[in-house]
Structure formats: structure tokens, C-alpha cells
């Protein structure tokens, strides 16, 4: 499963990878800010939209770092 993902990343420009950052980002404040003072019925939906992000962040890394 989460080969799969790091493949499909892989596959995606750079512009394509910071929309899907930006986007995660938006998730993660509405999940934050959303729920403050009710309780989330996802608990693991912040946990898991950081590691996305974190992974894509990665990806754009080792692209950034290979090219020099």
C-alpha cells in the first residue's frame, strides 16, 4: 500500500506535488481548527495527512537534491 503511493508520487511533476501539499495543508487546518471543542470522529486522519505530507515533501527533496 504505501509502496504504491511512493510510486504514484514519483510519477507527479513538481507543481503537481505542491498542489497536493497545499491541499493536504488545507485538510490539516480544517481538521484543526473544524473540530476545536468537539470531538474529531477521525483521530487518525491528522496523523495520517501529516505523514502525506511529510512523504511528498521527501519526494520533492530527493528531486531537488539529485539534480545538482
Given at each position: 500500500?504505501?509502496?504504491?503511493?511512493?510510486k504514484e508520487?514519483?510519477?507527479?511533476?513538481?507543481q503537481e506535488l505542491n498542489k497536493m501539499i497545499a491541499e493536504?495543508?488545507?485538510?490539516?487546518r480544517h481538521f484543526r481548527f473544524g473540530t476545536a471543542g468537539a470531538?474529531?470522529?477521525?483521530?487518525?486522519?491528522s496523523r495520517t495527512t501529516r505523514k502525506e505530507i511529510a512523504r511528498m515533501m521527501t519526494e520533492l527533496s530527493i528531486r531537488k537534491h539529485a539534480t545538482k
Open positions: 500500500n504505501l509502496n504504491i503511493y511512493m508520487l514519483k510519477n507527479k511533476n513538481p493536504k495543508r488545507e485538510t490539516l470531538k474529531a470522529k477521525n483521530v487518525k486522519l
